[in-house]
């Protein structure tokens, strides 16, 4: 867990930087992405007001899935633009931002990431990775489903 404690935190601000393992993310049961290293931050933290206001940067090296070819590759959640403001009236002692960091490393996964921009995907008859073997399948033609418009007569 990612604590701030608020009494540490000088009245000019602090930097907060360090790793924390990925287990804190409970990502365990995911299939696509699969954490291969600890979360680094880098983060400001300041008083305002009766807030505190955490902003910084942060990095979780992944192994995640290329959505054409279904093989595994390596990269980096990046977030550079993380930015929250926490209640902390007087007598707050810490602050949690374990949820808010999960949150945003989930918001950063790429929707269909791949492996490199010329990957070529799977064979869509025979499911062989067309990056490493070219395969001999006839591609048949389908019929366009909106073919039948064809013959409306308006």
């Known amino acids: ?3 701030i404690l608020v009494a540490r935190v000088p009245e000019e601000g602090s930097i907060l930087e360090g790793d924390e393992p990925a287990s804190i ?6 299939r ?9 931050y880098r983060f400001s933290v300041e008083h305002v007001s009766e807030e505190l206001v955490v902003r910084g940067e942060m990095a979780l090296p992944v192994d995640i899935q290329c959505s054409r070819c279904s093989e595994f590759f390596s990269t980096s959640i990046g977030v550079s633009d993380f930015l929250r403001a926490y209640p902390a009236p007087e007598g707050t002692d810490e602050v949690d931002i374990t949820e808010d960091l999960r949150e945003e490393l989930i918001l950063h996964v790429p929707a269909f ?4 921009d010329a ?5 869509t008859q025979c499911g062989v990775n067309l990056n490493q ?3 001999d399948c006839v591609e048949e033609e389908k019929p366009n489903p909106w073919s039948a418009l064809d013959g409306l007569n308006l």
């Open 133 to 135: 073997v070219a395969c």
């Open 119 to 123: 990957c070529v995907g799977m064979c």
């Open 25 to 30: 993310l409970a990502w365990e049961s995911e």
């Open 113 to 116: 990431p791949v492996c490199i």
């Open 1 to 3: 867990m990612v604590k």
């Open 32 to 40: 696509f992405v699969k954490v291969s290293a600890d979360i680094s």
